[in-house]
């Protein structure tokens, strides 16, 4: 397996080794070990809800650096359609992107018209694919992370079609090399996320051999010198190409709402994605044919690296897009045309990522789980999280895979010293 | 990815091999009748349980079909049963062992499309005549026996590596 460079880091410096990360961790991923939480790259899916859970702001996304854009001749800034929707609903994309070019980027690259592309690439995909159903979205990494890890048998259930972000700047790179005659290396597309799980599809993509984006900054990140840009340089580029249809892409709904086929249903942060896709791999879940998820609640305006927050992010987009009228702006036959030559298909197959077993061999698997279910009769089923294990199961399989100890629960070792006391008196007296 | 889906059918069992192995993990489980609402929670234990045990995802995929599909032969028809799940060496094996009114007629019900549902258990997505057939196919051993107005048992096997149904 590659080494996984993570999107998330935590800073020592800053960190507390309090538990919250650990125990809002949807993947049981972070252990606190020496006041410091320790993220577990096998398990991270770097859907960004330790930053979220961070009271002390110790777990940052790794960003690109101003250094980055450096390493390329000619910079290109690929926003997220959730950029547009932080300032306000009178500010438009067209400002946004004028914006974007006083930061120092040479261009811009807006995705709105590329998210209807995909929508109606996926309506023609559906019309034609024989299951297994429902069909998944692969727009947001973390679901795809987690389908990997947690839902393997769904794996045949994601659609094959690229994401947005990806197909744009993979045009967009083919046509600056042939019109300005760069090597295509010498191009540097960044995209402006707002969540942590992009950052790391980047890094390291699932469905292609490299990403056609060559690093992120977060919205966080650029939001205050863009603010003042747009005040204080005002202009518009031209919003020609923009999809009003495309943009509500940043909210959950967006991407059906976009779609002809209407047996379809967006499921909205992390808990309901568990839910529905517990129900879809045994069974009791049939009948559609597309699902839409997000890891974030409100999809993408819902990113942690956002400022706007997800509330008035949704309104601005909504209104946004009402005043640009609301249609789309993709011509079917381009459409036709390009998934014909295969532009949209992903170009490497979507593995699941079996999270380790017990044990390799069947028989010492068998005797670890007995072992393990025996230590989790004797600890006290409190899931404090004290022990720097998110619940007394965690610890319980850490423990049997030599990684813990029985005398990090605090409530053993509590019976333990009071046993030793007075002993037959357990804790009555405290 | 997959192109095996477990519409293919299967070639009949050979010789029942394993049914009788060394079991190494066994755990019951009681399914209650009716019981919709923890309908499909024993099919996802066992699983949770096979993935820690490092099973092969094939074989999980093909057995957790089957266990769902019995599961919810239980709750629809039977007054309750015991599940066995029992881990062989090389295989998983599961028996169902239901009080309930029994099949008169296995060789019909093991017929694709063929089912005594009620509307009301086809309003929820269930009654399309897979059921049996569905755990046959998705295992690589299976036998049934039943008796009018005291219950069925179920047995099947699924291997490891069985080869066929698109192991990963």
Redesign the interface.
């Known amino acids: 397996m590659i080494d996984r460079a993570h999107a998330v880091a935590t800073d020592p410096g800053k960190c507390i080794g309090c538990v919250a990360c650990s125990q809002a961790c949807p993947t049981k991923a972070i252990r606190v070990r020496n006041d410091l939480a320790v993220i577990d790259d096998e398990l991270c899916i770097d859907c960004g809800t330790c930053i979220e859970a961070c009271g002390y702001d110790a777990i940052r996304p790794m960003t690109s650096s101003p250094a980055d854009l450096r390493r390329f001749k000619y910079t290109v800034a690929v926003p997220s359609l959730t950029l547009y929707a932080q300032f306000g609903d009178d500010v438009h994309p067209g400002r946004v992107l004028h914006g974007l070019r006083q930061l120092g980027f040479d261009e811009t690259d807006d995705i709105s018209w590329m998210c209807e592309m995909v929508a109606s690439a996926t309506d023609a995909f559906l019309s034609e694919s024989k ?2 159903w429902p069909k998944i979205s692969i727009t947001c990494p973390a679901v795809v992370r987690l389908i990997q890890i947690r839902y ?2 769904l ?2 259930n994601l659609v ?1 079609i690229e994401t947005p972000r990806e197909l744009a700047a993979k045009l967009r790179r083919r046509r600056l090399a042939a019109e300005r005659g760069l090597d295509p290396s010498e191009i540097g597309m960044f995209f402006i996320t707002p969540c942590t799980a992009i950052i790391h599809s980047i890094e390291a993509p699932e469905g292609l051999e490299a990403s056609y984006l060559d690093g992120a900054f977060a919205i966080t990140d650029v939001y205050g010198q863009l603010l003042k840009a747009i005040k204080h340089a005002p202009g518009s580029d031209s919003t020609e190409m923009i999809s009003p249809r495309g943009l509500r892409w940043a909210m959950a709904g967006g991407e059906i709402s976009s779609m002809r086929n209407a047996n379809t249903i967006t499921v909205r942060g992390l808990r309901d994605v568990v839910y529905v896709f ?2 879809i ?4 879940f ?2 559609l044919d597309f699902i839409e998820a997000y890891i974030c609640p409100g999809g993408c305006v819902g990113g942690q690296l956002t400022v706007a927050g997800r509330y008035l992010a949704q309104r601005n987009i909504r209104q946004l897009a009402r005043r640009m009228g609301d249609q789309g702006a993709v011509k079917e036959e381009k459409v036709r045309s390009l998934l014909r030559d295969h532009f949209f298909d992903i170009e490497s ?1 979507i593995r ?1 990522r ?2 380790r ?4 061999d ?2 010492r ?2 005797a670890l ?2 072992e393990k279910d025996a230590l989790l009769e004797r600890l006290p089923r409190k899931d404090c999280a004290a022990c720097g294990a998110p619940d007394c199961e965690t610890l319980a399989d850490d423990i049997v895979r030599g990684n813990a100890k029985l005398t990090d629960c605090i409530f053993l070792r509590l019976e333990e010293l009071e046993g030793k006391q007075t002993p037959q008196q357990g804790g009555d007296d405290a | ?2 192109p095996d ?1 477990p519409t293919t059918p299967r070639d009949e069992p050979l010789e029942p091999r394993t049914i009788e192995g060394e079991v ?2 066994k755990e019951t489980f009681r399914i209650v009748g009716n019981d919709f609402e923890h ?2 929670e024993a ?2 234990r066992v ?1 949770a ?1 096979l ?5 092969p ?1 094939d074989a ?2 093909r057995l ?2 089957a266990n ?2 019995a599961e919810m032969n239980v709750i629809m028809y039977a007054d309750e049963a015991e599940m066995e799940f029992a ?1 062989l ?1 090389d295989a998983v094996r599961v028996t169902f062992a239901d009080r309930g009114p029994g099949i008169p007629d296995i060789e019909w019900a093991m017929q694709e499309g063929n089912s005594t549902a009620t509307p009301e258990m086809r309003a929820r ?1 269930f009654g399309a005549g897979l059921g049996l057939p569905n755990i046959k196919r998705n295992s690589d051993e299976f036998s049934i026996s039943s008796a009018v107005k005291v219950g069925t048992t179920i047995r099947y096997v699924v291997y490891a590596n069985s080869g066929s149904g698109g192991a ?1």
Not at chain 2, 51 to 55: A, D, I, N, W, Y
């Open positions: 299951g297994p393997p048998d794996i045949p094959p517990d129900r791999e045994s069974g009791t049939q009948g197959e699941a079996q999270v077993p017990l044990a390799r069947l028989r698997a068998i789980k007995r | 990815m997959n889906e190494l993990y309908g499909g099919a996802a699983k349980i993935k820690q045990l490092g099973f995802t999980i995929r957790s079909i769902f599909e881990v060496p997505g990963r």
